[in-house]
């Protein structure tokens, strides 16, 4: 099947122009060329499709009945084509993201409704879901996460914005336990871990070039989201490590307490990943950026 569509090509311009010259021409190659393009294509259907003469060529009637065939075929190519050229410019269509449970609770209703009034003619489909989706096989236009840097390094991604984390617990906890004077001592803590990592729960913090790790032993209770993780730190069950944005209305509210803040855990961002496109489309560009402007400028 390799070069059937060029054969095929071949054949309907020397049809069209009843020469091998002028269908030369029009492919812009040489005859010999064209000669061997349609001397391949009869030889695979095993039937004469032109009759060559000194003076014309000319089409036998099993050539009439594949001409007509291999034009519509050519014709629904082209078509094709200009669909999906069309597809990678406009800003139009259906856009498929994957998003975070909990940021897409709090942000993304209002970004979207604001991005739909520029441009309705997109039709977000959006799931939220807090493990990592494999672009291709689940068929996502591009995923929003809050991560570290990803480690497949052929990933397409781009930083949007710094998701920065803090170590909290209510204050009915740290009465019965105490307060953590370091970061070491939270292995003797009940701590509330992430559970969507490859080798379970665990925290490395950092202070002043000294990093202390939280093994997954000392994790009572782990979940992959981040809310509720937050719901049962402020309920007394121990400590949790979470993004600021989960935890700062229950800081401000008292329910929560930030502690060892002068521990700090890898930087995690909000970032855009996508599959592997040579170009992104229009509106994924589009949207990205979007959601970038609507974080950086929340009020406007």
């Known amino acids: 099947m390799i070069g059937k569509i060029e054969r095929i090509q071949a054949f309907t311009e020397v049809a069209a122009r009843e020469s091998f010259n002028g269908a030369a021409k029009a492919l812009n190659t040489s005859p010999p060329g064209v000669t061997r393009l349609v001397a391949e294509l009869e030889r695979e259907l095993g039937v004469q499709l032109l009759v060559r003469t000194t003076r014309k060529v000319a089409l036998t ?10 034009l519509v075929v050519l014709k629904d190519l082209r078509a094709a084509d200009e669909l999906v050229r069309a597809e990678q410019h406009q800003l139009a269509g259906s856009l498929r ?3 975070p449970l909990s940021f897409g609770l709090r942000y993304l209703a209002t970004a979207i409704s604001r991005f739909r009034i ?5 039709n977000i489909a959006l799931t939220l879901d807090d493990s990592m989706a494999d672009l291709i096989a689940d068929e996502f236009d591009m995923a929003l996460r809050i991560s570290g840097p990803p480690k497949d390094l052929s990933a397409i991604w781009r930083k949007i914005a710094p998701v920065p984390r803090v170590i909290v617990a209510a204050p009915s906890y740290l009465a019965l336990r105490g307060m953590p004077a370091t970061a070491r001592a939270l292995r003797e803590h009940n701590c509330l871990g992430y559970a969507n990592l ?10 002043r070039g ?23 730190a402020a309920l007394g069950e121990g400590i949790a490590l979470l993004p600021r944005f989960i935890v700062e209305e229950r800081i401000a509210s008292g329910a929560l307490i930030e502690i060892l803040g002068d521990w700090k855990a890898p930087e995690t961002f909000l970032s855009a990943t996508y599959p592997p496109f040579e170009k992104l489309p229009a509106k994924v560009a589009t949207f990205t950026k979007f959601i970038e402007d609507a974080l950086a400028n929340p009020g406007s």
């Open 118 to 122: 520029l441009h309705d003619k997109i």
């Open 97 to 99: 993201v994957s998003a």
């Open 61 to 70: 009637s099993a050539g009439r009945l594949y001409l007509d065939k291999a």
């Open 210 to 232: 000294k990093t202390e790790t939280v093994p997954s032993e000392a994790f009572c209770f782990s979940a992959n989201n981040g809310d509720i993780l937050a719901d049962l």
């Open 198 to 207: 490859a080798d379970g729960p665990s925290w490395v913090l950092a202070k």
